[in-house]
């Protein structure tokens, strides 16, 4: 039975937010669709740990504002979100915070004054930072005990180097030193208007809008600060982590590129799709379908706010470390030396216009592309564009980016597990 050829679209118009500047310099951008009936607000703050100036202090303010404000305490901010079905989430990056908030339109005005709460009151109660502080501290050590953190960790120091913002890795004993005085400080200095955006979506009307702006106007307007110059990375080539015992190894390959404004960003998320973005992936083909050595491998271009990297990231049985590794090394050196085949490629570019079109699918897949646009100060229409591009990358576009970034001699490897010398 002949199968059914795939189709994927041919283009991509994504309409750029509507822009509203507050009197404190905060920024709200506003994607509206008013089919929907539900509103998510999303407040993104250059406070992630990068900007901290002592270990663990980014996250912890970050997890630690809904635990206790002015007028709520931490049960009774999660009872009435629980109550209202209301979505609340926090993530923190090495450069930003993103806080969101979710819930039905006919509820947006209660989830937000909860939302004014935390944002613009946050107590940090002494007994809430004890209880954080401990708790991480032996969630941090357990997961030090695995050798996927150890490599990851391992691979950061190796890329950036151990005192680098982007590679430092503190020991869980720094938790200890954290103090309430610490996140209120760290609370003033980046939770302001000027190093804020706000992205609205969904069924965000002008009376949302208006609102939201109610909320975000209250932020303090910050200083405009001259940040200090970011390090220049110290890269070490090859980094062991011994561990005893371990009967698995993790490995990471990869080297130091550049973020998402590069010409060639693009082109080298078709080369780290092609190496090891999905299921029938060269490494997955290699590492697992031919030998054994794994139940998965992945590859994917890092974006950050200062550069970027390639990583390739697997776990193997201990005995097959330097075996897997030579195999890896193999997969990368055939896309300097061998064109891809046409079909393979042809695959891989479908891939990767099928996962933009589900990412799309929706205000706030949509609302999570126009976050990452504005934090790379490009407008929407860089979307389309990079659909253009990736339609018209070649296996000899392919082939040159591989000569051109990985040679073997630039890669850098980090093990944690192995054994052998």
């Known amino acids: 039975m002949k199968q059914p050829q795939l189709t994927t679209p041919s283009d991509v118009a994504l309409a750029e937010p509507l822009r509203r500047t507050l009197p404190n310099g905060a920024t709200i951008h506003t994607l509206r669709a008013a089919e929907f009936e539900v509103v998510r607000v999303s407040f993104v703050f250059r406070a992630g740990s990068a900007q901290q100036r002592k270990a663990f202090v980014a996250t912890s303010t970050a997890n630690l504002l809904s635990e206790g404000t002015r007028d709520l305490t931490a049960q009774q901010i999660a009872e009435q979100l629980d109550f209202y079905g209301s979505y609340f989430d926090v993530n923190v990056d090495r450069d930003y915070v993103y806080i969101s908030f979710c819930s039905l339109s006919k509820y947006f005005r209660r989830t937000l004054a909860v939302a004014?709460?935390?944002?613009?009151?946050?107590?940090?109660?002494?007994?809430?930072?004890?209880?954080?502080?401990?708790?991480?501290?032996?969630?941090?050590?357990?997961?030090?005990?695995?050798?996927?953190?150890?490599?990851?960790?391992?691979?950061?120091?190796?890329?950036?180097?151990?005192?680098?913002?982007?590679?430092?890795?503190?020991?869980?004993?720094?938790?200890?030193?954290?103090?309430?005085?610490?996140?209120?400080?760290?609370?003033?200095?980046?939770?302001?208007?000027?190093?804020?955006?706000?992205?609205?979506?969904?069924?965000?009307?002008?009376?949302?809008?208006?609102?939201?702006?109610?909320?975000?106007?209250?932020?303090?307007?910050?200083?405009?600060?001259?940040?200090?110059?970011?390090?220049?990375?110290?890269?070490?080539?090859?980094?062991?982590?011994?561990?005893?015992?371990?009967?698995?190894?993790?490995?990471?390959?990869?080297?130091?590129?550049?973020?998402?404004?590069?010409?060639?960003?693009?082109?080298?998320?078709?080369?780290?799709?092609?190496?090891?973005?999905?299921?029938?992936?060269?490494?997955m083909q290699n590492l697992r379908e031919e030998h054994g050595f794994t139940y998965g491998v992945?590859?994917?271009?890092?974006?950050?706010?200062?550069?970027?990297?390639?990583?390739?990231?697997?776990?193997?049985?201990?005995?097959?470390?330097?075996?897997?590794?030579?195999?890896?090394?193999?997969?990368?050196?055939?896309?300097?030396?061998?064109?891809?085949?046409?079909?393979?490629?042809?695959?891989?570019?479908?891939?990767?216009?099928?996962?933009?079109?589900?990412?799309?699918?929706?205000p706030f897949g949509i609302a999570d592309v126009t976050i990452e646009n504005i934090l790379c100060r490009q407008p929407n229409a860089a979307v389309g564009d990079n659909l253009h591009r990736i339609r018209a990358v070649t296996p000899a576009d392919v082939q040159r980016l591989a000569v051109k970034y990985l040679s073997h001699d630039a890669l850098v490897t980090a093990v944690a597990g192995e054994t052998e010398n």
């Open 116 to 283: 004014e709460q935390i944002l613009l009151h946050p107590l940090f109660p002494e007994e809430e930072v004890a209880s954080y502080r401990e708790k991480r501290k032996q969630r941090l050590r357990i997961e030090r005990m695995k050798v996927e953190t150890e490599a990851r960790e391992a691979f950061a120091r190796a890329l950036f180097g151990a005192e680098h913002p982007y590679g430092v890795s503190s020991d869980e004993e720094a938790y200890d030193a954290l103090t309430r005085d610490d996140l209120l400080g760290f609370y003033e200095r980046h939770y302001t208007a000027r190093n804020c955006f706000v992205v609205c979506s969904g069924a965000a009307d002008e009376a949302v809008v208006d609102a939201v702006a109610a909320v975000a106007g209250q932020l303090p307007a910050g200083t405009d600060r001259t940040f200090d110059a970011f390090p220049p990375a110290v890269t070490t080539p090859r980094v062991t982590v011994r561990h005893p015992g371990a009967v698995q190894s993790s490995i990471r390959v990869g080297r130091l590129l550049f973020g998402r404004n590069h010409p060639d960003y693009v082109g080298m998320q078709v080369v780290a799709m092609l190496l090891g973005g999905y299921f029938g992936s060269r490494l």
């Open 298 to 362: 992945v590859a994917a271009m890092v974006n950050l706010e200062h550069g970027g990297y390639l990583a390739v990231a697997t776990q193997v049985a201990r005995d097959a470390t330097q075996q897997a590794l030579a195999e890896i090394y193999r997969e990368i050196e055939r896309l300097r030396t061998e064109p891809v085949p046409e079909e393979e490629l042809s695959l891989v570019r479908n891939m990767m216009t099928g996962e933009m079109m589900r990412v799309l699918d929706g």
